[in-house]
């Protein structure tokens, strides 16, 4: 497995990561079994870097990393590197109410993880989305509290803006900004990314195929379950969906003559844009995820960058990548 360093403070990890969210809601019905067959699968294909949150399932994603840590070889158990995002708050329905950074909060987070997920430390730990009634400085000193008690290794961020970014890392060593970046979300180039090279820090890059959508699998006839998130994507509905498939049917050109998916050619972009870029992927199975680590055998040279670019250029896709509510609580937007 290649590995890349998040940042100048942060640990050394796999050059994929996996994003476990999947696994427990927002994209409809799950699979348990399945779910640990891939979480097995990951860590035997050298995967370390295991991406969660404490409200993905109210907990249930953090019990079922447990599961699959407590169950795998003691090698890859002891090699995994958990990062939790927190702070989120939830209705008994399965809605959110905001965000929650107040230090006691912070720390009431952290001890409740650490409960599920059984272990005696968190490797990066990171608030979901900033607090606007708490200034990132409290939240952020919080965290590093936890770190010089010894329960979490590493603070993170989540999709943040540059000034935000600074105001943090002026408090303590930030190992990474988790933030969408893909082909279609590029919003990060002009001033989050080259400011958090400036100070050092390093990305972990969600949804690097769209939540689907830029991974080739995705059809124009695909009837969404009442539960996934994707209903509501602005990028998944009518005229939009018809677009971005266009785009993706561009792509598949260029993927094919490579003789690659498109899925691959789609997160070998993101692991080209740097070595201080560490991809998340969301399989959920392992076919997907066998697709996915593929990804990182597939050479782009500057001809088939400029090629893919063509055909997908920045500010290509239609529509907004969450509903126009969510989109508020970014502060990356900003």
Not at 73 to 80: G, Q, S, T, V
Not at 192 to 207: D, F, H, K, Q
Not at 295 to 309: C, K, R, T
């Amino acid at each position: 497995m290649q590995t890349r360093t998040l940042g100048t403070t942060g640990p050394q990890t796999s050059a994929l990561g996996l994003g476990c969210m999947g696994m427990s809601a927002l994209y409809g019905d799950t699979d348990r079994s399945e779910s640990i067959a891939t979480l097995h699968a990951a860590l035997d294909a050298g995967v370390t870097l295991l991406d969660t949150g404490d409200f993905y399932g109210m907990g249930h994603n953090e019990l079922l990393i447990n599961e699959a840590l407590r169950t795998a070889p003691a090698a890859a158990r002891e090699k995994a590197q958990i990062s939790v995002k927190f702070g989120a708050l939830r209705t008994v329905e399965g809605g959110f109410t905001g965000y929650d950074g107040r230090p006691n909060a912070v720390k009431n987070f952290a001890a409740y993880s650490l409960q599920r997920l059984g272990t005696d430390h968190i490797d990066i730990y990171r608030i979901a989305r900033v607090d606007p009634d708490v200034p990132i400085e409290e939240t952020v000193g919080a965290i590093a509290e936890l770190v010089e008690a010894g329960h979490v290794r590493h603070i993170g961020l989540s999709e943040v803006g540059a000034e935000t970014l600074r105001r943090a890392a002026a408090v303590a060593p930030i190992s990474d900004l988790q933030i969408e970046y893909s082909l279609i979300s590029r919003g990060i180039e002009e001033a989050i990314l080259p400011t958090a090279r400036e100070l050092g820090i390093g990305v972990t890059a969600y949804g690097v195929l769209s939540r689907g959508l830029i991974s080739g699998h995705f059809s124009r006839d695909r009837k969404l379950a009442a539960n996934d998130f994707r209903g509501m994507s602005p990028r998944f509905q009518g005229e939009n969906l018809d677009r971005n498939l266009d785009l993706v049917d561009a792509l598949r050109k260029i993927a094919e003559q490579k003789g690659v998916s498109v899925a691959q050619a789609a997160i070998a972009w993101v692991l080209s844009r740097g070595e201080d870029i560490v991809p998340l992927v969301g399989a959920r199975r392992r076919d997907r995820l066998t697709e996915a680590l593929g990804a990182l055998d597939v050479p782009l040279e500057s001809d088939d960058l400029s090629a893919i670019e063509r055909v997908v250029p920045p500010g290509a896709a239609a529509g907004d990548r969450y509903p126009t509510d969510q989109m508020a609580h970014l502060d990356s937007e900003r």
